[in-house]
Structures are given as C-alpha cells and as structure tokens.
C-alpha cells in the first residue's frame, strides 16, 4: 500500500485503485483518520459524512472491480458547504441555514455522484461565500494548515485547508470575487475559476448570481483538470449554463507552451503588493520564459476600477438573493416576536452575521430609488469597459500573468476590524469574475515562509490554455509538492 494515502494527487489514487494496490474503503479510512487526527487544529469541515462515505466507498470498490471505474471513481472529495446535498445539511456557515437539509443533490453534487467519487463531508466558508478569509462563518473557524494563527484565506477556506492538509484529495468552491484562487494561493494549492456558464450553478446557494461559478480545489493543475471533464457541460437546469460540446482537458496538458504570449498586466505589480509575493511571481513567469513562453507588458488601466464595481454589483445582488430568508419558507425563524414584521426584523437581525448585513445594506442602498443610476447603473457601465478592455488585451497574448493575492495569508483578527483592508484582499482576483473569464491559481513559492499563488487568466473557454500553461510550470517547479508540516 502506498505510503501517506491522504496525499497522492487524484492522478495517484485513481492509478493505485485501478492496479489494486489500494481499495476505495482503504482510502476513505486513510482520509477519515487525517480529518480526526487534523481537525482540531484546522477546522476545515462543518459536516463529515463517515457513514455514507464508507458506503460510497464501498460501492465504488464494486465498481471498479467490475471494470467501470472512470478517473474519480472512489476518490474521497469535499464540497463546499453551499452546494446542495440530498440529506445531507448544507448551512452556508450561517445560523440562518444551520439546520437545512436539501432534498436535492447540486448538479455538481450529482454529477460527482455519477463518476463515483467519495463525499467525505462539507467544507467550512465565509458566511453565505461573503469574505476573504473563512472568519465569517457562523459556526467556526478555519485555519491556515501551514501556520494555524493565520487564516486559509475565502469565502472557500475550508476547501482550500481541506486539500492543503490532506483532509481531502479535492474539493469543490464557489469563486463570486476571488473565493477559489485566493485561498488556494494562502493554502498552496490549486484553485480554478471556470468560465461564467461553464458548470452549473443549479444547487448553488446564491451569493451574486452574476458572478458565482463553482471551481475544483487540488493538489496539481492536471487534478484540477480531470476534476473539471467531470463537472463541467450545459445543464438545462441552469439558464446561465453555456450550451457547447466539453473538451478533454487533459488531452494537450503536455503540449508544452513553446510560443505562448504571456501578458504582465502593468497594475497588478503596483503599489500594495508585497514584494517578496512579487518576487516569487516573477520568478514563475521568468520559468514559463525558460520553457519558449514570450512574455510582455501590457496595460489594463480599468483594473483600478474594478474593487468599486464589484462592491456595488455583488452587494446589490446578494440583497436581491437574500431577501428570500425571511423566516416563513425554510431556515432560521425567529419565535419570540409579538408579530410578523417584528419577526421578520429579528429573524435577519439574529440569522445573519455582521458581514452580511454589512453587505446588504450596501446592496439595498445602491438598489434604492435616487440612487441606482449614480451607483448600480454605473458600476455595470464600467464593468463593460473592464470586460471589453480584457477582450482588447486577449487579441495580443494568450494569457495574462499575476499575483494571485497581494499578500500571503495574514493573521486571524487582523483585519476582521477594518472591512476595507479584508476587501482590497481580492483585488487581484475581482476582474476576472466581472469580465465571466477563466483564471487560474498555482503555487509558485513561499515569503516569510508561507505559500505565494501564481494566476494565470485567459479570454472565455480558455480553460485548456490555463491548464496546459499550469501544467508545464509544474512539471518544472515542485512547489506543488511540498506540504504543511
């Protein structure tokens, strides 16, 4: 049996299962120890399935036995906790959903299901995916497995640790500004943001409707790859859904990048960037240079604009999303008002947390009459300039390199008093979700002794570009190798 079940990649697992060297059960018991030997430390699970993962397991041993094993079949995974799950509770780390149980599986939940992979629970996350470092959840904290007083980064931060620690081959997030890639960065590993419309979000929890898309969380670009021929293809079930034949997107991961056009994007290696995250990233992009990559400057003035478009937009439709927990249809329901409108006040009042409510309000005030053409109207006008500008920007290199977070992952509480702070977190991730374009996240070193991300963004459905370019980093660096110890 090979040694440290817990961290071969799903490429590993799915090899040792198909040559019989390992069993699905074994593997599963192997992911089960490390979450109860690891929890108490990282925190990375709301919910653990032990019993229906051991069954799963079970019958993928059926499975592959009987020859209809496909590349996930028995691997042990997680989802994110706002992904719904039949009969299993899915809280958005919100006491508003802390009791809710679907009765319906998520697209990505069902499809998983299909390729027979192992659900071994639900990952912790900022309250209803609103955050960027998973101490918004309602119901615990999550901490970073490379140094435990520092956080994994969010909203997906539970994922993120999850993987990083060996709790899980992979898992899946939710990225609406950043919230994949960004914790992947803080976490040293793997993160991709599809293209808008390329997995469902059916079963998704909505945050903001226009920007929430569902990513893989793994160990290598070539995991995340396999993890996405899975998940990914059109779903009548979402009308966003992008209705086009899925690539293989392992087919070409060798290919090389000999020719490739790599873009520096000026603004994102200004002020506010942490120079040793900086000098990490130029080495990566000075490795794709030394395998036939041509790297140049380019200039996307918009970039700047981009943090105050998304305050407005996400906000704005997250007020619209979460008008529906009112307290009368499903979730938390306050008991001790003495009528309907008090108890729709305290139910809000007591459901959600500070960072929520803090969002709504913006929402509902950029919503508000006098006030949606100076701030809603204008903030989707200026998304359009973003977008057209990267579209622009795409017709003279293949794919963009930057920071994926301006810093490595800070202190827990540092930041939790100053909204602003947390926000400019994700500025170097936010324009990809406005524009609806793929970008990926891939560890690429370490400052002060904690993990340094590497995104790669690329026009629409340039997801086999991303992966192909991820790749052949990775086949020359083992950053993507080492561990928290």
Not at 91 to 114: F, G, H, I, N, W
Not at 452 to 462: A, C, I, T
Request: glycine content about 8%.
């Amino acid at each position: 049996m090979p040694d440290n079940l817990h961290y071969l990649t799903v490429q590993e697992m799915t090899q040792a299962l198909q040559r019989r060297e390992v069993s699905s059960v074994e593997l599963t018991q192997a992911h089960l120890e490390r979450i109860a030997a690891v929890e108490p430390q990282v925190g990375a699970y709301v919910t653990v399935t032990e019993a229906e993962a051991k069954e799963q397991a079970r019958q993928a041993d059926v499975r592959i036995a009987a020859g209809d094993a496909g590349p996930l079949t028995g691997i042990p995974m997680q989802l994110k906790d706002n992904m719904s799950t039949n009969g299993v509770r899915t809280t958005c780390s919100s006491r508003m959903l802390e009791q809710y149980v679907p009765r319906y599986d998520a697209t990505v939940t069902a499809r998983l299901k299909d390729a027979g992979a192992v659900l071994l629970g639900k990952g912790n996350m900022d309250e209803f995916a609103m955050g960027s470092s998973t101490e918004n959840s309602a119901l615990q904290i999550t901490s970073n497995p490379w140094d435990t007083s520092r956080v994994p980064g969010g909203s997906s931060g539970g994922p993120a640790a999850a993987v990083a620690a060996g709790e899980a081959a992979f898992s899946l997030g939710s990225d609406t500004g950043g919230s994949i890639r960004q914790p992947a960065a803080l976490c040293g590993i793997v993160g991709l943001k599809p293209t808008y419309g390329l997995v469902s979000r059916y079963g998704l929890i909505a945050f903001a409707s226009s920007l929430d898309q569902i990513g893989p969380i793994t160990r290598t670009v070539q995991d995340a790859a396999v993890v996405m021929n899975s998940v990914a293809g059109h779903d009548p079930m979402d009308s966003t859904s992008i209705n086009q034949p899925i690539p293989d997107y392992t087919a070409d991961l060798d290919r090389g990048i000999k020719g490739l056009r790599v873009g520096l994007p000026r603004a994102y290696f200004e002020a506010g960037i942490d120079p040793a995250v900086e000098a990490s990233v130029r080495e990566a992009i000075a490795a794709l240079e030394a395998q036939g990559a041509i790297v140049e400057e380019v200039s996307l003035p918009h970039t700047q604009d981009a943090l105050a478009v998304y305050y407005i937009i996400a906000p704005s439709e997250c007020s619209a999303n979460l008008a529906r927990y009112d307290g009368v249809k499903f979730g938390y329901s306050d008991q001790n008002s003495p009528g309907l409108w008090e108890a729709l006040d305290a139910t809000r009042q007591f459901g959600f947390g500070p960072e929520v409510k803090r969002r709504i309000l913006l929402g509902t005030y950029a919503l508000s009459a006098g006030y949606y053409d100076a701030f809603y109207k204008k903030a989707q006008q200026v998304r359009t300039l973003i977008r057209q500008e990267l579209e622009e920007v795409f017709t003279r290199v293949d794919v963009l390199a930057t920071p994926t977070s301006p810093t490595v992952a800070f202190k827990q509480g540092e930041r939790t008093a100053d909204p602003v702070q947390m926000y400019l977190s994700d500025i170097c991730t936010l324009p990809i979700n406005i524009s609806g374009i793929p970008a990926i996240s891939v560890p690429c070193g370490f400052a002060d002794g904690l993990p340094v991300g590497l995104q790669l963004m690329g026009p629409h459905l340039s997801e086999a570009t991303l992966f192909r370019t991820g790749h052949a980093y990775q086949q020359a660096t083992d950053w993507h190798t080492k561990h928290p110890a």
